[in-house]
């Protein structure tokens, strides 16, 4: 899990006026179990969220984290490598080594209250410096333009200005170091993906719950109020009940947005592929038969739509190969496909 994956607890166990401690996986060689940016949190009576090693050396960590809380000490670094024998030695065994920063977390810094408004809704690039006199300063900054926070020393400040635009365009989290080697973590942190379903059955209730969970951003369309009740659908951002068309416009959706078509009703489903398509959204799949794909498909080459285009559209929807018969299954399936499309994944392939 990533920092922003156990910011809510950090903010529970803080508002309970308990100290709490992060760790954050810096930097791996080899194999590591968690990329770089995995995060556990622990307060100090002990509770834990997220994982840096998937429990390899979790134990260890979350003792130097209570110790750190116990002692108030400064930030400190831990390293971890392979085991010769798992049975008696801390380490992973994946083979691989990993670098972590332990700290405690200051709910009053402006960094974290930046972070929560902006994140949701623009790129951020997260610095933190984790080696030196300055270790623990954060800085952010917003793809909008804003930023909060400072760094003592100017030649962090330098670093970030100059790798900011690269973090935004390669999205990736890394480490850098200034001439005295002291180091700096820059954490990318993309928007939730947005997810449009359209239409409102049980399948479409399994996949909001279950996309919600695990961070996409899900917003609910059928201009159908009785058959789509916003309150089927708590963990949806929003409930639109409105025409395909004209939903999308209210939602801004463009070709960032995932679209999962469920309706299974032709007066709902072609317009809203017809409008998915013309705005590039990154996936489009299509609940049916293939006899109700080749209905739909033959509806929208009426329309204009191109067979080339129509080929990028993903349907039956959801991977066969897991045999999903329940509207939970199904929704398994589908979210898995979409998971797959976006990661470019081999799966991803008809």
């Not at 990533?2 to 060689?29: D, F, H, P």
């Not at 690039?125 to 900054?141: D, T, Y």
């Not at 089927?232 to 025409?243: F, G, L």
């Not at 897991?322 to 008809?350: D, K, N, W, Y």
Request: a negative charge.
């Amino acid at each position: 899990m990533s920092l922003r994956e156990v910011m809510n607890e950090l903010k529970t166990w803080s508002s309970e006026g308990r100290a709490c401690g992060i760790a954050i996986l810096y930097q791996a060689q080899h194999s590591s179990p968690r990329p770089v940016g995995a995060c556990l949190a622990v307060a100090e009576d002990g509770r834990m969220a997220g994982a840096i090693s998937m429990g390899c050396v979790e134990s260890d960590i979350r003792e130097n984290l209570l110790d750190l809380l116990q002692n108030k000490t400064p930030p400190r670094l831990l390293h971890y490598g392979a085991a010769d024998d798992m049975l008696l030695e801390i380490g992973l065994t994946c083979g691989g080594e990993i670098d972590v920063l332990i700290a405690r977390f200051d709910p009053e810094h402006p960094v974290w209250s930046f972070l929560h408004e902006k994140a949701d809704r623009f790129p951020c690039a997260l610095f933190l410096v984790i080696h030196g006199p300055c270790a623990g300063e954060l800085r952010c900054l917003s793809a909008d333009g804003s930023e909060a926070g400072a760094f003592t020393d100017p030649r962090f400040e330098s670093i970030v200005q100059k790798e900011t635009p690269a973090l935004f365009k390669h999205k990736r989290s890394q480490c850098f170091k200034n001439e005295q080697d002291e180091k700096l973590f820059a954490q990318y942190f993309a928007p939730p993906t947005p997810l449009a379903i359209i239409g409102g059955n049980p399948i479409a209730m399994a996949l909001c719950d279950l996309a919600a969970r695990i961070g996409f951003d899900v917003t609910i369309i059928d201009p159908r109020s009785s058959v789509a009740p916003a309150e089927y659908y708590p963990a949806a951002r929003a409930v639109i009940h409105e025409w395909p068309e004209a939903a999308m416009q209210t939602a801004g959706v463009d070709n960032q947005w995932c679209i999962a078509v469920l309706s299974h009703d032709q007066k709902l489903d072609v317009p809203a592929i017809e409008t998915a398509l013309l705005r590039n959204c990154r996936y489009i799949g299509l609940l049916g038969s293939k006899a109700t794909q080749q209905k739909r498909r033959e509806a929208l080459l009426e329309r204009g739509v191109t067979e080339e285009r129509l080929n990028t559209v993903y349907g039956p929807i959801g991977f066969k190969g897991i045999g999903a018969i329940t509207s939970a299954e199904i929704a398994v399936s589908i979210l898995a496909e979409i998971i797959a499309s976006l990661h470019h994944a081999p799966l991803a392939g008809r």
